[in-house]
Every structure is written in C-alpha cells, then in structure tokens.
C-alpha cells in the first residue's frame, strides 16, 4: 500500500502525488482511495486502494531511467499499421500500460506526423495523453517544473533528429 507523500503513476493519467488516502461512500460501498494530485493540467484524481495493483498503477521511475528514456526516445520507432482503427487500438493499449518504453515512441510518431499533416481529432487525444503522462513522470521523477521537463521531452527528439540526418 502507497502512503501520503508517495509518487505513483496511474496509467493514461500520468504521474501524480497522493496528498491523502480518503474512504469515500460510492454507490453505497464505502472504499478507501488515493487522492492523487497530476501536476500536469492541476488534475486531482481518486484512485480505489484495493484496485491500484490491477489497474496498473506503480511508483515513478528512478531517475536514471527517465535519462535512459530521454536517449532512447529520439531514435525510437514504430510499426505504422495502414489500418487507422487497429494502429489506434494497438497505441492505446501501450498508453494505456503506462510504460515509458511504449509511450515514448507512440509520441514521438505523433509529434512527427502533426508537423506533417496534422492529426484527427482521436489521434490529437492520444497524443496530449502520452504528453501529459511523459511530462508528468519526467517532471515527479527529476523533481523539475512542468517546462523544463517538456523542454527535456522535446529536446530529446530533436537532437536525435538532428544527428541522424
């Protein structure tokens, strides 16, 4: 069991801090949650105790490996499935894991594709998802601000860019 104080990642929300552990009244069962505060985008969210293994929630990465992620991310890439609908289902499903690994790369396609041509309105959702849970581990991991830490995200996509061409 997490505590107060403690930095948790709750998968397709990021990164947050549990400010309280609260037993809540829900349709009539009264559980115990993590009150967890994302610092991207001032989200509080209530998380159920009994479910946070299942639901994949873990603590935060080390910050080695945010370092790791950051050299990896720029030469990363995916397999781009010509079916819209399955390559959505399959990018979710890694969103939704909450692995650094999987989500990087995913946001890095995405990134690219909107400077290209733009994304639909499904693919600018997934893609402010894997932004707010990058930037939100980046950010609790390295105990950064919010800029600073999308400046990390971005230049290490840049700077990879920049060397391979």
């Not at 610092?39 to 935060?60: F, H």
Request: aromatic share 6%; charged share 25%.
């Amino acid at each position: 069991m997490y505590q107060v104080g403690d930095k948790i990642v709750y998968p397709i929300h990021g990164a947050g801090v549990i400010c309280a552990i609260e037993e809540k009244e829900i349709l009539g069962q009264v559980n115990a949650y993590y009150m967890l505060e994302v610092p991207t985008g001032n989200i509080s969210l209530m998380v159920p105790v009994k479910n946070a293994d299942e639901i994949g929630v873990r603590p935060i990465v080390e910050p080695v490996v945010i370092d790791r992620l950051l050299s990896h991310i720029g030469s990363a890439e995916i397999a781009v499935l010509d079916n819209w609908n399955k390559r959505y289902r399959e990018n979710m499903a890694k969103i939704k894991s909450g692995d650094l690994f999987e989500i990087g790369p995913i946001y890095k396609y995405l990134l690219e594709k909107d400077l290209e041509k733009g994304l639909s309105s499904g693919e600018k959702k997934m893609f402010m998802s894997a932004h707010q849970i990058l930037v939100s581990e980046i950010m609790l991991s390295k105990n950064i601000g919010k800029e600073e830490a999308e400046a990390l995200l971005s230049d290490s996509i840049c700077k990879k860019e920049a060397t391979v061409g």
